[in-house]
Structure formats: C-alpha cells, structure tokens
C-alpha cells in the first residue's frame, strides 16, 4: 500500500507541474475570430506579439518560462515532503526522508529564485544598455 500512495505522490508532483506549465498555452492559442488579441485591443490595451519584440526579450520570456516550472516543480518536492510528513504515522525513517525532500525543495526554491533575478537584472543591463529598449 505504501509503494502505491508513493507512486501516487511522485505522479502528482511530476504531471500537475507539467499540466500548468503547458495549461497556458490553450490561452495563447488563436482562433478564427483574433482569439484574445481583439479582446485586448477592443478594451484598450497594447498588444503585441513574439515577432515584435528584440532578442533579449524573447531570450528573457523563455528563461523566465523554464524557471517558473523548475519554481513549481521544487515547490512540489516541498508539498511532497509535507505529505509523507503528515502519513509518516510515527516512522521515523520517513520522517527523516520528508523532512531531507522538503529541505532540498526549499534550497532549489532559492536558488531558482536568485537565478530569476541575476537573469532579470542582465536581461534588463543588455537590453537597455546593448540595445536602447526602454520600456
């Protein structure tokens, strides 16, 4: 039974990251009639699209894309670990296990987090000082 609860848990932390990290897509998705483009523009808003921003934009888009699933999927190790806590029942095996999955969580959740703002600040250096974009 428990091999089972853990396989369980190990599919849950691997396919809900993936589903949200590839659930947005359907939002970008466009259809016959202009899709969420001609909403934006009837509401007043600016829309642009890939093809009109500048290299470091795009290469900041996919960064900053690749480490908000590497955030998800550290922050799933750390609710994971939560979980084999609150099922531990006394073992303290698991206990000790949980408690080293929640403690890599939260040092990956960091480093994730400081790799999103060195990547911010040199996207914004390159692209203010390489390329003149002020936005």
Do not use: H
């Amino acid at each position: 039974m428990i091999k089972n609860i853990k396989t369980v848990k190990f599919l849950f932390a691997i396919f809900i990251p993936v589903f949200l990290f590839f659930s947005n897509q359907a939002v970008l998705a466009k259809t016959e009639l202009g899709g969420l483009d001609n909403t934006a523009k009837g509401a007043g808003y600016k829309v642009e699209n890939m093809e009109s921003k500048q290299l470091p934009e795009i290469i900041g888009f996919y960064i900053n894309s690749v480490l908000s699933l590497l955030g998800i999927v550290f922050m799933a190790l750390v609710m994971w670990g939560a979980f084999d806590i609150s099922g531990a029942g006394g073992n303290e095996e698991v206990v000790k296990d949980a408690k080293a999955r929640i403690k890599n969580g939260a040092i990956g959740i960091l480093i994730i987090l400081t790799a999103f703002f060195i990547t911010k600040a040199f996207i914004d250096f390159v692209s203010q000082g390489v390329f003149n974009l002020n936005y």
